[in-house]
């Protein structure tokens, strides 16, 4: 679907209803639990590298120097890595995070639509995707820093757009990087309190693990990111040919 026919469809869509999400997203869960804790799992083993990159530098730094890190302040030379490194890092866990989780996002459709295949967690990592995924994360960071600039307000009014780029970037790869961010704020600025809300309630609900000796939390979190299929299905309507 090009970027004007999504347009129109997201101006003419019926209000999200809570209710009918949030039930429908408990519905499937209980299909994708397992897959969500896959996903989950990968997200960290994919992200890994890049914590190594802040950590590797201030281990080999502590061996060669162990009086380097005593002073108050961070020696120079490590100032000016982790400025190189940081960028990189936040916007390699960005652009991995991206796409794991617009993957997550295919799997929930094969399961709600009983389509036939394998789940495919690496779907998105190929060249055409994983570019529109960096330039996506770019334009993600730079709206974070944006938001933390307005006193932490505008991150607020921002989870509710972000959370639906992964939904654009997944279902619909007409869409350029750009086209995928004014989707996402089109949808979340018509229903930005119902989709907040159900944002913020999906979240409690996937911390419910954390009962279970603090490793259940991994089973459940990834149920935070099931409503927002469910917002794009009722709202968009799901294409096969994604």
Same mark, same amino acid.
């Given at each position: 679907?090009n +970027?004007?026919?999504?347009?129109q469809r997201i101006?003419? %869509?019926a209000p999200?209803?809570f /209710?009918t999400?949030?039930?429908n %997203?408990?519905e499937?869960?209980?299909?994708?639990w397992?897959?969500? +804790? =896959?996903?989950l799992v990968?997200?960290?083993?994919? !992200?890994?590298?890049?914590?190594?990159?802040?950590?590797?530098p201030?281990i080999a &730094?502590? =061996?060669?120097?162990?009086d380097a890190?005593?002073h108050q302040k961070m020696?120079?030379a490590?100032?000016?890595?982790?400025?190189?490194?940081?960028?990189?890092?936040?916007?390699?866990v960005?652009?991995? /995070?991206?796409?794991?989780?617009?993957a997550?996002l295919?799997i929930?459709r094969?399961?709600?639509?009983?389509?036939?295949g394998k789940?495919?967690?690496?779907f998105?990592f190929?060249?055409?995707?994983?570019?529109k995924?960096?330039i996506?994360?770019l334009?993600? =960071?730079?709206? %974070?820093?944006? /938001?933390?600039?307005?006193c932490?307000?505008? !991150? !607020?009014?921002? =989870?509710?757009?972000?959370?639906?780029f992964?939904?654009?970037f997944?279902?619909?790869k007409e869409?350029?990087?750009?086209?995928?961010?004014? %989707?996402?704020?089109?949808?979340?600025?018509?229903?930005?309190?119902?989709?907040?809300?159900?944002?913020?309630?999906?979240?409690l609900v996937?911390?419910?693990?954390v009962?279970?000796?603090l490793v259940?939390?991994?089973?459940t979190? &990834? +149920?935070?990111?099931?409503?927002?299929? +469910?917002?794009?299905?009722?709202?968009?309507?799901i294409s &096969?040919d994604a």
């Open positions: 679907m +970027f004007t026919n999504l347009s101006n003419q %869509s999200v209803e /209710g999400v949030f039930n %997203s408990v499937l869960f209980k299909k994708v397992l897959q969500g +804790f =896959i996903t990968l997200t960290f083993v994919s !992200i890994l590298p890049f914590y190594l990159m802040i950590y590797l201030m &730094m502590g =061996i060669s120097d162990p890190f005593d020696p120079p490590f100032a000016g890595l982790m400025s190189l490194i940081m960028p990189i890092f936040s916007v390699g960005m652009t991995f /995070g991206v796409c794991l989780n617009a997550f295919r929930c094969k399961y709600d639509l009983n389509e036939s789940d495919d967690y690496f998105y190929k060249k055409e995707y994983l570019i995924a960096l996506l994360s334009i993600m =960071i730079g709206l %974070s820093l944006l /938001g933390l600039l307005a932490g307000l505008g !991150i !607020i009014y921002l =989870i509710v757009p972000m959370s639906l992964p939904a654009f997944a279902f619909d869409l350029s990087a750009m086209e995928i961010v004014k %989707s996402g704020f089109a949808l979340g600025n018509k229903n930005w309190l119902m989709i907040f809300l159900l944002v913020l309630v999906a979240g996937s911390q419910l693990g009962i279970l000796c259940g939390v991994l089973f979190a &990834m +149920f935070s990111k099931i409503p927002v299929y +469910f917002i794009y299905k009722d709202v968009v309507g &096969m």
